[in-house]
């Protein structure tokens, strides 16, 4: 290093400035030219974003730790030239690249006016010549290496001067597309002539935008024609790059400067107009279409006052302001609400049958219900202070029959769900201080209605949720109790508001999660699943017309036979609704239609035997009746309907008493199944059973289905009947269902959900049921097509349930064995 240094070997500190020991004789020495000053050794530090080239001159910076160090021996030597090598892909996480990860060629630099500040240090680089790294010295910063400096072989003259005037017609090009290259090209100017090919083929590199491995491929490349010729290429991209950007800027300013005309063009427009009389401001004409839409309705005077309150607040606030935009908000919602607007009720009961026989079948005493709540209204002459709540599986049509209602009535028709609702001011509204702030859902819903008496339904009611932003439910009970809602007042609007004109019907799976306080406010209709016969009929009528309409079909095109539909019923779609019915009739449909695709001229005609080609394998087999000894058939409720259930008991082992109980039983049931095992125990002798059988018999009792959770106690008796079945080794009476509720001293109790589990054994074609003798009036009540053929026995007491499966009757006596 001793023909690199100064005598003077003082070394700075990260205090000093580092212009001291560059700069110093720097006014004497002027700029260096390329090849002046050759040193064979050189401190280096790589740049990661492009290569540096000979022929530019323009700043660098870099981390003052750690390169600092190496600027400071730089400095020290008399040459004043650093070496810059470019790195490819350096680590973010490590300042300092690897030795080998630097290029083998790199650019010599003198640095000029070094600054140092904010932890970094800035220096001009000025490009002098190419190197090529043949040892390393130092692999550690300060990095030290051992340099040669490539030559640049002989070219032919006549292609050289080609080459150079290509590159110079290309920089002229691109200094027209953009004007920012200008004073990189005088500053070239200044140091080269147009004549000098090599720096001109690096200053043509060092103006694209090329990606860095590219442009270090032409730092690579010494022959200088096969240099111009790379640079060449990297300069016609750059040309088309610029011309495209040229393009989408011109396009982008024709449109702004369209879209301004068309502004100014408008705002003359609305001056001219002004001046002559033949328009307002745009807050004089939102005043005057407030006041024209509040004039046309009979707001009570309340809202009035509020109307005109708001109205002068309107008027004086800047359009500019953001209140102007609350308020102008404010009273175009307040003046879209139909105060005192009502549409005229239809009261024709025998419309009313027709409308809904024509959208239903089926479902006898629902329509009959709903043409004695009709009927009340006509007789009143108003329909209001209703609030109506539809229960039943899903698919049995609790909403259309809500639209029905709303066309016998000839009102408007507004539906929205209240499922997974957890914000209560959906119902109530959000207050005005919010940004975003809207009317809850009744007023929306007066506001698309344009009347004040809708039918407004409100699907799901009993899956409302509730959150830390409030209870939907209990937001409700204001809404639907026909005493308070006649001034509901609904946050945003801020005024009174009556509904009691509106007919709500509510609709819902199940009532259990129902608050009580809200069920108590309506009244409930029950809808029921359909039976075989109901669903062949609701196909024919409703379904098939509905989905030959829908996918364009004639009924000539496609045509599938009762016998056929009665199979999907039975076998695909055997649910209490008809969704899945529909889904699987579209199904079916859906391959006709490939079929008529195929051979246009031939109809498709589906029947029994074609069922398995359309639908696959049944999901529902012809269930074979479970019957024997401690066998039983149930009849159980769920929110799908009715269902049967047969319930299975059996003695284990004799070395030890015991009870055990499988099916994946609710809490309530197991403590129907303990009653049940406690009841039998202590009545074998008087049931005519083995007095030691429970003494000595380890006995399991399962209810099949097991990955179906089961819970109630409507299973008590059916139970007690399997256990007692096997402790009196007999079978029960064969083709024949039960429910009913039992207590430790043999009383059976009534249960819910009778018409579901009618349905549930005539879809098993049981025709022998036992029931609660407390449940008499609902068997009654049932329309006469789901009785007939059934015999049916009402029990008080287990004995007439012992009678009815074993035939005879129970001794008389004490119960204990």
């Not at 982008?252 to 033949?278: S, T």
């Not at 016998?563 to 609704?577: C, K, M, P, S, W």
């Not at 049932?782 to 009757?809: I, M, R, S, W």
Request: aromatic letters at 6%; proline letters at 5%.
């Amino acid at each position: 290093m001793a023909d690199d240094s100064r005598e003077d070997n003082r070394k700075p500190t990260a205090d000093d400035d580092v212009t001291e020991y560059i700069g110093k004789d720097e006014k004497s020495k002027g700029l260096i030219v390329p090849g002046q000053a050759r040193p064979k050794r050189m401190y280096v530090i790589p740049v990661s974003n492009r290569p540096f080239f000979p022929a530019q001159v323009q700043p660098v910076v870099v981390n003052q730790e750690p390169w600092q160090e190496t600027l400071s021996r730089v400095s020290d030597t008399d040459h004043h030239m650093l070496g810059i090598c470019y790195v490819e892909t350096p680590d973010p996480d490590n300042q300092v690249p690897a030795s080998d990860e630097l290029e083998t060629t790199g650019c010599a630099v003198r640095i000029h006016h070094a600054q140092q500040e904010n932890g970094k240090i800035q220096f001009i680089a000025q490009g002098l010549q190419r190197f090529r790294i043949v040892q390393w010295l130092r692999r550690k910063p300060p990095y030290l290496v051992e340099v040669e400096y490539p030559e640049e072989p002989e070219e032919a003259a006549d292609e050289l001067k080609a080459y150079t005037l290509a590159i110079i017609s290309a920089i002229k090009e691109l200094l027209r597309t953009n004007p920012l290259y200008g004073e990189d090209v005088k500053q070239y100017l200044s140091r080269f002539g147009p004549d000098d090919s090599s720096p001109l083929a690096d200053f043509g590199a060092s103006m694209t935008s090329a990606p860095g491995r590219e442009l270090q491929e032409v730092l690579n490349t010494v022959p200088l024609l096969r240099r111009m010729e790379k640079v060449l290429i990297l300069m016609r991209k750059e040309q088309e790059v610029a011309r495209l950007q040229a393009e989408i800027n011109e396009e982008v300013n024709d449109k702004v400067q369209k879209h301004q005309r068309e502004f100014f063009l408008r705002e003359q427009l609305k001056v001219i107009q002004r001046e002559l009389g033949m328009a307002k401001d745009d807050k004089t004409a939102d005043a005057e279409r407030f006041r024209e839409r509040m004039d046309q309705k009979q707001p009570p005077e309340a809202v009035l006052e509020k109307f005109e309150e708001e109205l002068q607040k309107l008027r004086i606030l800047e359009q500019g302001s953001p209140e102007y935009g609350v308020t102008r908000n404010y009273l175009d919602w307040l003046t879209q609400v139909p105060w005192g607007v009502t549409s005229k009720d239809h009261f024709d009961l025998t419309e009313a049958r027709r409308i809904l026989d024509k959208e239903h079948d089926g479902l006898a005493d629902v329509k009959d219900r709903i043409i004695e709540f009709l009927a009340e209204g006509t007789f009143k002459g108003e329909v209001s202070g209703s609030i109506l709540l539809l229960v039943g599986p899903p698919g049995v049509g609790k909403t259309s029959i809500g639209r029905s209602i709303a066309d016998a009535l000839g009102r408007e028709f507004y539906r929205f769900s209240l499922g997974g609702m957890r914000d209560e001011a959906e119902i109530k509204g959000h207050r005005r201080t919010y940004i975003g702030a809207m009317p809850g859902k009744f007023v929306q819903a007066l506001k698309d209605a344009k009347v004040s008496n809708p039918v407004i339904m409100l699907d799901e009611i009993d899956k409302i949720g509730s959150s830390y932003q409030g209870d939907p439910a209990s937001a409700l009970l204001e809404t639907l109790d026909p005493e308070q809602n006649r001034e509901f007042l609904d946050h945003y609007l801020d005024v009174r508001l009556d509904l009691s004109k509106v007919l709500f019907i509510c609709t819902a799976n199940q009532l259990d999660t129902i608050p009580r306080a809200l069920l108590d406010r309506m009244d409930t209709i029950r809808l029921s699943g359909y039976i075989t016969e109901e669903k062949l009929v609701i196909a024919k009528h409703h379904l098939m017309p509905r989905l030959l309409k829908r996918a364009g079909l004639l009924k000539k095109q496609m045509n599938i036979s009762d016998a056929a539909l009665r199979q999907v019923i039975e076998g695909y779609a055997r649910e209490a609704g008809v969704r899945n019915l529909e889904k699987q009739l579209h199904k079916i449909i859906r391959k006709g239609i490939v079929k008529l695709l195929e051979n246009p001229d031939k109809p498709v005609r589906v029947g029994v035997s074609d069922l398995e080609s359309y639908l696959g394998q049944p999901a529902f087999r012809k269930e074979k009746s479970l019957k024997g000894t401690g066998v039983v058939t149930g009849l159980a409720w769920t929110s799908m309907g009715g269902a049967t259930l047969s319930i299975e008991a059996s003695r284990i082992h004799t070395s030890q008493r015991g009870f055990k109980l499988t099916g994946q039983l609710g809490d309530v049931m197991k403590e129907s199944a303990e009653i049940a095992y406690s009841y039998v125990s202590s009545n074998l002798k008087r049931l005519k059973g083995d007095l030691t059988f429970f003494d000595k018999s380890f006995v399991h009792l399962h209810v099949p289905e097991g990955a179906t959770p089961k819970d109630g106690p409507s299973a008590g008796v059916t139970m007690a009947t399997a256990l007692l079945s096997i402790a009196r080794q007999e079978a029960p009476t064969q083709n024949m269902a039960m429910t009913g509720e039992l207590t430790l001293t043999g009383q059976v109790l009534p249960v819910g959900g009778i018409r579901e589990k009618v349905i549930a054994a005539r879809r098993q074609k049981i025709n022998t049921l036992v029931l609660p003798d407390a449940n008499k009036g609902d068997y009654e009540e049932l329309p006469g097509y789901l009785k007939e053929g059934l015999t049916v026995h009402f029990a008080k007491h287990y004995n007439d349930v012992y009678q009815v499966c074993f035939g005879d009757k129970p001794r008389k006596g004490a119960s204990v064995h």
